[in-house]
């Protein structure tokens, strides 16, 4: 019972939405406005249920962790964002977050980003054995690497051989790219549609399997 | 204190944490243990302000009778609601069907369905600027909108049946020029990221501090 | 208005519309076109297969319901090759939202009215065998059955909790989790999304951390799936595999030529793909809701080129393309 | 003095190589003493216990068997680059392993006493390797400074066990004050700060630098005369992210551009926000680009508006004013999702110019196709310093061209050397290749 409530529940938010393609309509500005204040909701009850509680207030209760208060002094400045004679403090919790978290990714992104990037781009284009078409794969990987970080390249006038011909062969790239993306994007689109087709027609409707 | 210490904050914990990571010692791992266990946290109180922006632009709309303000009920509502049904039937966490409650059902029957139907409206707008918007009107348009023609053949059964070699065109695409592009984006965008590290880090860059006051 | 500038100005619901029809008709028509899997999602099939029960993987759901049609089949799919093969799966989700998702996936997985479902054994539910020094996987399923509880006809297999797999679920900054994680996973969890104490759970008694895990299959629609190569794979080697949306699917291709991760599960398409893998393997009986959806994207796809080549037509007969121009610029 | 760039590119290189010879050599130290994980191991682990494990196990008798053969001598050495927190514990596996099923490894602190005291802290199946890590247990951690004393046992099938002699540790676990195999990225890291600092300097002391022109910059002021000779207004929308993204600061640089170009030619503007702190910044910069202009009478409050927070009525609103008021050209720089496409194409039909720029790179083909210039991902950053004109924000797109091009000039020289190899059959290629090379385990 409870089961099918909830479809039926679902299914006519569903469509709530999809009336939208129509008209824009006060049964959608409902369902838009509810996802949001839902969705936070519940975020907030998750983060309290697996962060304050087990790591914050459990330690805290249990004693000894005192070191805990802390973050959680930290934390609290945040609320001081509120109060606009002192909202300055709130730049505190901010500032450790934002520091410690650059700092921590700085090295890591310079290993995964570039290094590790830059020695993928650094291949063999023949080996004994590759068929013709991963040969060219792989000439057009790496001379297509080097000529769309020309074409990003903004110290040089896009002229001449190298940073000419360079550029020019660098965007034909990048679109190839981006006509490979537009094409996923496409299909990442109508996935979701098929998704809720498939709630509707089969959840709900029981049309379809 | 209003500017010089977060800066100060900011420059101190983003060395710290770069060097940290190049030296094993245990107190350096102590450190570092300490920043994993109180970051959390911190990011936990931090969801504070996004609920408190979102009620008091709400409770404006209500006390202002706005426009439509009778909608910034369904938010409001629902937003501090969550939280109390979470309490009152706390096994609901687990998502599992075998003990209902109201908190699990707004999440699971109402929030779930919205939040993917909302994004599979853009299958019908695809479809919509496909006709009336996607122009071959340069020869890097012509070029890019090719491409996502064969990819999209290629990536779906038809595509097959078109001819066998078909598909593998499509995935050459992907496996190659798309990989030199993609690539040259990730490097590009990678220094991008470092520099935006370092710029804040030493405080060149200070946009994050504006918005409470000087 | 020439014909062609009344046919670009068409009431873009009738477009809307057309694609509504063209998406329900297959599903109606069941054709059932072959897909052919590729090399980038094999390699992850292979790498699982391989795998046995004593080693572990983890399964992230790593997005949000607004991408859940993609993303879902893939974390249902990975998770049934582990139950059919034994393999303990550790579930976590890097959103709060996602939470819900590894519930939502651990449930359908686990439902009786699911086809070729698995049949869950709660923690609490086994606690004797456990009390008895029993954590042998195959011992507990033996001394389980010899208890008296016979398996339902339609069902595939048992699952323990706790042996089996461990519902962990979110946890804030999930990427200093991961990081947490490289040396202990319970210090991370102090108790899963059931509330169950993770220290007494023989999966986690032998995979204490991720150095004990053989591979990360993070699902997302985000960009959240790096942070498993940032800072797992990076950090401590571990191996991992994506099941990403459609849409950024194409930007992880240097990840999987670089040797970060070892496969790629890209959309529906790739969700289909280990479907069918699993099916021609007799891991499952029947493919699921991905395959089924491609006969749909099929259409789709058709129809949409079809949309493009007739509007370019239209904007070049029309001559549009003569009105309004620049001087300068590309 | 534009040239001079060239130079630090070959100084990095330089650099890397003479670093070369100790990286590698530490780079080597570690690929040994990586952990053997089951995982990466597979061909050998699973075939051992899949197959040969098999027939060994039939083998053994039913009742206790006769006494096994111990493990021998075992070998502590501190792990190089931990916390002092782990062990390299090797043992001489029994001359005889039959009847031998897996080893138990145990530990205690030296100078303990009574058999309570050792804890089980590893289980090596019979044909697993000798040598482990030690310590990466959490139940049972290695405290550095501590001096630990080691016992192996033989294990039968029935789980009876056969110890070896036990014996003190020879090494003391000890942290490292520096981890040898994070040379390479402490040189890379090293050399980024340092190019990005000089050129910050360099920007400072007011040196001119040079920047390529960018189509869409140019195309934005064509633009604003567009609509100023039709008489139509122009729509700015600085994406629909918050402030601390890179994509919005870009987008409100340039709209303080296009204000003031505006304000010139008297032609009205409109700026829909969706994030609050956007906007009042927004607000400010538009202000500001009027009073700079010289006409600060000409701005209209009403011009830069807040319009809601919610993605979608965002977009359904920006296009209910495109139908309504026509704008003559339409900028969308910042970051967007989705809603690219539904803007975009509703002012294509509009007629409108449109300029559109952001560093989302699956929006940014639907910006491709249809508007007029796209600033592609770097470009926006890129502009947005050109017209910005603040010299560090220069600086820092000069120090990540200096480093693009050490990336340009590694990928050269390996396409040349793989050429090489091909061609004389060397392996060049793999020598510079290991200069990048960082090993995938910390």
Redesign the interface.
Known sequence: M??I???W???F??L???S???K?NPVY????????????????????????K???I?PLLAGGSW??L???L???L??T??I??I??L?????????????????????????????????????QEGMPW?MV???V???????????????????KGFFFGTGSRI??????????????????????????????L?GDWLH??? | MKRTVPLMIVMVGGILMMVQYFIPHQYSQAVFDSYVSWAPIIAAFALILGVGSLTRVHAHKIRRKAENWQYSWAVLIPLYAMPVLAHIWPVSLSGGMDEPSIFHFLFMHIQVPIQATMFSMLAFYIASAAFRAFRAKSALATVLLLAAVIVMLGQVPIGDLIAKWFPQIGLWILRYPNLAAKRAIMLGVGFGILATNLKIIFGVERNWLGGAGK | MNIWERMLNIDRRWIFLSIGVVSIIPFLTKIGLPVSTTEEVEDIFTYIDSLGKENAIFISFDFDPGTQAENMPMGVAVMRHAFHNHVPVFLTAYTPLGHGMAGGALDYVTRPSTPGYYTSVDFDEWADIRNAGITDRDELEAAWEEAGNVLPDDSHGWVFEGRDFVYLGYAPLFHLVILGMTSSIETQYPSDAHDNPLSEMPILREHKSLREVDLAVTTSGSSACTAWVIYGREKIGLPVAFGVTAVSATDYYPYIQSGQIIGQMGGLRGAAEYEVLLQQNGITETTDKAFTGMDVQSADHLLIIFFIIMGNIAYFMGGFHRKKQLKGGR | MRKDWIGIPALGILLLLASFAAAQDAVEEMTQDADPRPGEMMEDTAGVEGTQLQPAVEGVPEEPGPALDVPGAITVEDKDNDAGDQLVVCFEPPADTSGVFAYNVYRRKAGETGEVSWNLVKIIPVLGPTLFIDGYDPEYPIEPGTRYEYRVASVSLEGEEYFGEPQVAQAVPAGELYHTGKTKVLIAGGLFIFLIFYYFGKAQRGRQMYLRPIAGIEAIDEAIGRATEMGKPVLYVPGLSTISDVATIASLTILGRVAKKVAQYQTPLMVPNRDPIVYTVADEAVKQAYLEAGRPDAFDPDSVFFLTDSQFAFVAGVNGIMMREKPATNFYLGMFWAESLLLAETGSLTGAIQIAGTDAVTQLPFFITTCDYTLIGEELYAASAYLGREPKQIGAVKGQDACKGIIMAFITIAFVLSILDMVADTETLEWVRRIVTVPIVD
Do not use: C
């Open positions: 409870y089961e409530i909830g479809i529940v679902g299914a938010f569903t709530a939405i999809y939208f393609l129509y824009e500005r409902l369902a838009e406005h509810l996802v949001v204040g839902i969705s936070l909701g519940y975020t907030m009850a998750i983060t309290y249920d697996v962060v304050l087990p790591r914050l459990e070191i805990l802390i973050p959680a930290l934390g609290l945040y609320i964002r509120f606009s004679s909202a300055w709130s730049r505190y919790p901010i500032a450790f977050v934002l520091g410690t978290g650059m700092g921590v990714g700085f090295p890591l992104t310079m290993k995964s980003n570039v290094l590790r990037q830059l020695e993928a781009a650094m291949i063999p284009f023949y078409h060219l794969g792989n057009v990987l790496v001379l297509g690497t080097l000529a769309a970080l020309i074409y990003f390249f903004f110290s040089k006038p896009h660098g965007i034909w790239i990048i679109m190839l790219g981006f006509g490979a993306t537009f094409g996923f994007t496409v299909m990442g689109r109508i996935s979701l549609l098929i998704g809720r087709i498939q709630y027609l049309l379809i399997e």
